[in-house]
């Protein structure tokens, strides 16, 4: 992309509409994010928020520097005027927010990844003492220029959408509460997220469908097409599209290349790759004690429920299971990345079981997913596989989540908990 010189006083007019933006931004009817305890505005380090775009990340950095009462400086680069901003402008923009803001100490630098040669401008704030704060919606972008530029000089906190106890905040439902009332709502609750998604905007419109279609095309265009020049975009978000319609999906990469006329195997290793960088899939590996057995066979879901079926042209239909398992896989994730675990999953020839928790080389939790367990058939291949996780892992701390049982169960002198998602997802 060519680069274009600004004129200063167009700059400011720019950076003055977005100052009136956030002047008018009203926090009193949003949700407080789990991450916001992440964003640490007295650090040295740039603290970089990272996520699918409309995951809120812009709204979490708000939250927090107004609710740490800092003045501080914005600039949004996701604002289609500064979209072809050169990177020698940076300072002239820097020079017009002290005209605007006065003296200012933190300074929210929002979707940076659109200006090349940001990490300069911002490692050199960070000599001069300045708190930075920081948004991207891609991750290899952000990831590889930190490293290169920023090396320990940056914190990042990964946003997902809204997760169920989020949702039920900002849908007034008291997910604490046992009562039989109350634990009806929950239920009633956890249904329409299940199909709905955790997407904020989605909470407040009502064609969703029309607004997951633009975020999927939104996203496919600006953070993978055009960033990483895709020589066959039509192929590609076929290929995303049916990736959606059918996740959880253990990737075959040759059965995609010739189902899409890709030349290469490795074509698609690269396209999957971006799907994940601009977090429209999330990746979990193949659990073996083997560290080369890990990468191979791995397993992708979508970032949000949302993904599988509000799209146009979406064939996921209602598949309550693999619906369910989504739900639990982001759920872990989510989890597991603040408190520095992985998750995996694990198959073998006589059976599978959907989750592996795990510290290290250290199993911590075998978890299994299924919307129903009222058959005999049912019930029993998903204790099978649990217990095949156990021989495997020998973890004791063995999970089955379902739509709405609860019991504790004792088989084969191991003892499985059954649990209801809605929940489980309450509880961390």
């Known amino acids: 992309m060519n680069e274009i010189i600004i004129d200063k006083r167009i700059l400011e007019v720019i950076l003055s509409d977005q100052k009136k933006e956030i002047d008018n931004w009203d926090s009193r009817s949003l949700c407080s994010r789990n991450e916001e305890s992440l964003v640490d505005l007295e650090s040295p380090q740039a603290q970089v928020v990272i996520g699918v775009r409309r995951s809120g990340k812009s709204t979490l950095c708000l939250q927090a520097l107004v609710n740490a009462g800092v003045k501080f400086a914005y600039a949004n680069f996701d604002d289609e005027r500064l979209a072809r901003l050169g990177t020698n402008q940076l300072n ?15 300074i929210f630098l929002d979707e940076i990844q659109n200006i090349d040669g940001w990490p300069l401008f911002v490692n050199r704030l960070l000599r ?18 930190l490293a290169t530029h920023l090396t320990g000089r940056s914190s990042e906190i990964v946003l997902f959408p809204f ?10 439902v008291d997910y604490r509460s046992r009562a039989t009332e109350d634990v009806a709502n929950l239920r ?32 496919l265009k600006r953070d993978v097409e055009q960033r990483y020049h895709v020589a066959f975009p039509a192929q590609f978000e076929n290929m995303t599209n049916h990736l959606l319609n059918v996740s959880p999906y253990v990737v075959s990469t040759s059965d995609l290349a010739e189902t899409f006329k890709f030349k290469s195997p490795h074509t698609v290793r690269n396209y999957i790759k971006y799907l994940k960088e601009a977090y429209i899939l999330v990746g979990i590996q193949k659990y073996s004690p083997k560290s080369r057995q890990r990468t191979t066979q791995e397993k992708v879901y979508a970032v949000d429920v949302a993904f599988m079926n509000k799209r146009e042209n979406a064939f996921a239909g209602e598949n309550l299971g693999w619906r369910l398992e989504t739900n639990v896989l982001n759920h872990l994730v989510r989890k597991c990345k603040n408190e520095g675990l992985d998750v995996y999953y694990l198959s073998e020839r006589s059976g599978e079981c959907d989750f592996i928790v795990c510290d290290g080389n250290k199993v911590l939790q075998c978890i299994q997913v299924s919307y129903d367990i009222s058959t005999a058939k049912t019930r029993k291949r998903e204790i099978n596989g649990l217990l095949l996780a156990h021989r495997q892992t020998k973890c004791d701390n063995l999970l089955l989540l379902t739509d709405h049982d609860y019991e504790d169960i004792n088989v084969e002198s191991v003892q499985i908990q059954i649990r209801p998602v809605y929940e489980w997802n309450t509880e961390f």
Do not use: Q, R, W
């Open 163 to 172: 997760s169920f106890t989020e949702y039920c905040t900002i849908e007034s």
């Open 188 to 219: 009633k609750t956890f249904d329409e997220y299940l199909f709905k998604g955790g997407f904020p905007e989605l909470t407040k419109i009502k064609n969703g469908k029309k607004y997951i279609t633009d975020l999927i095309d939104n996203i």
């Open 128 to 145: 001069t003492k300045m708190h930075v704060v920081l948004t991207g919606s891609n991750a290899k972008l952000l990831s590889n220029d």
């Open 92 to 106: 002239d923009m820097l020079e017009v927010l002290y005209k605007i803001y006065g003296e200012f100490k933190y």
